[in-house]
């Protein structure tokens, strides 16, 4: 069956309660467009776990500050509907702004505490942006299972935790990041990339291989891992907006000394080029799990070769 393309709440919500009164589960895939293959790997895994599986586009005016690129953000519309159709998605829902929120729209969802860290303390209200929206798309879709990609570590957190607190029924699911063959994490922002940003960016992969290397050979040191992550950075003289090592069970939490628990490695980095910024994120989990030792190698593999 090809793809439904809707654009308009009433339609998804109508679309919805005959999935519903059929019994239907439905999977769902929030995404802001300009789509990749991180992107079709989430809608894939969706697609074989659910009956019928909702893909949204939205670039959303409230996650982005008046500095932002919302206006630059890369719209394309006709290769992501066909990136959809070839998936299996069974809808594309993709509102305008202003079908999204209307006129008279006067709530935020903000979860406290763990958006002010990272990411969240050099955009002040993205979180929030993206909760609300969230809840507003996770209310329309009444989705069984979200499906949501480890490279927006941070943004998995907080929907965690707003699901949870707010007793949302949907299950949030994790995929994995989807990498290039050198290791840099597929983004809709790569596209902002020149040639020579693009050989620059490879420092990002390579610098966190180095410390997943060095992690599966037993470092444990902060300080240690850190510098060998610095390092590789300052050869392509880059100064990462934040480079951060914290607690997995509670992101608030820098890890002090000594890595004893699971945590992850979080880095922003922006790849400056005669005056054009692009603003990248990557992250490792450091953990002792199976999947997490093969995503360390992978990116191993992938980065230094
Ligand atoms: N490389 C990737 N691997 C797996 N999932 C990804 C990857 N990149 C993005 N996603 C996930 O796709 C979903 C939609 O993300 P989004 O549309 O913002 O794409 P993006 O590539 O992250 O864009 P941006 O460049 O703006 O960060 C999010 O859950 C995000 O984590
Ligand atoms: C989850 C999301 C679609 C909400 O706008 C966005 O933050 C994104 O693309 O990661
Ligand atoms: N995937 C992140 C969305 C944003 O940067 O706004």
Do not use: W
Not at 73 to 97: G, I
Not at 100 to 116: A, D, Q
């Amino acid at each position: 069956m090809s793809l439904i393309i809707i654009t308009r709440k009433k339609e998804l919500i109508q679309y919805v309660d005959e999935q519903k009164e059929k019994r239907k589960s439905i999977g769902f895939v929030p995404t802001m467009g300009a789509l990749h293959d991180g992107h079709a790997s989430l809608i894939r895994q969706s697609v074989s776990e659910n009956d019928c599986t909702i893909v949204s586009i939205f670039v959303n005016p409230k996650q982005f500050s008046i500095h932002e690129d919302l206006a630059n953000y890369p719209r394309t519309f006709q290769s992501d509907s066909e990136l959809c159709n070839k998936c299996k998605a069974t809808v594309l829902f993709a509102p305008t702004a202003e079908e999204m929120y209307s006129l008279n729209f006067k709530t935020e969802v903000k979860v406290t505490g763990l958006t002010e860290v990272l990411c969240g303390a050099f955009r002040p209200g993205h979180f929030d942006g993206v909760s609300t929206v969230l809840a507003v798309l996770i209310n329309l879709t009444q989705a069984n299972k979200l499906y949501l990609g480890q490279k927006d570590f941070q943004q998995v957190q907080v929907i965690k935790k707003m699901t949870a607190d707010l007793l949302f029924r949907t299950q949030i699911l994790t995929c994995p990041t989807v990498r290039e063959k050198d290791g840099l994490a597929l983004s809709s922002r790569n596209r902002y990339l020149s040639p020579e940003g693009r050989r620059k960016a490879v420092a990002i992969p390579k610098a966190l291989a180095l410390v997943a290397k060095a992690f599966l050979a037993g470092e444990r040191s902060v300080n240690k891992l850190d510098e060998l992550c610095l390092t590789e950075l300052k050869n392509e003289k880059l100064i990462p907006q934040y480079l951060e090592f914290r607690l997995i069970s509670d992101i608030t939490q820098k890890c002090e000394d000594t890595l004893s628990a699971e945590s992850v490695l979080a880095i922003a980095q922006f790849i400056e080029i005669d005056g054009s910024k692009t603003r990248l994120i990557d992250n490792i989990v450091l953990g002792n799990d199976s999947s997490q030792i093969d995503a360390l190698n992978e990116l191993i593999k992938r980065a230094l070769g």
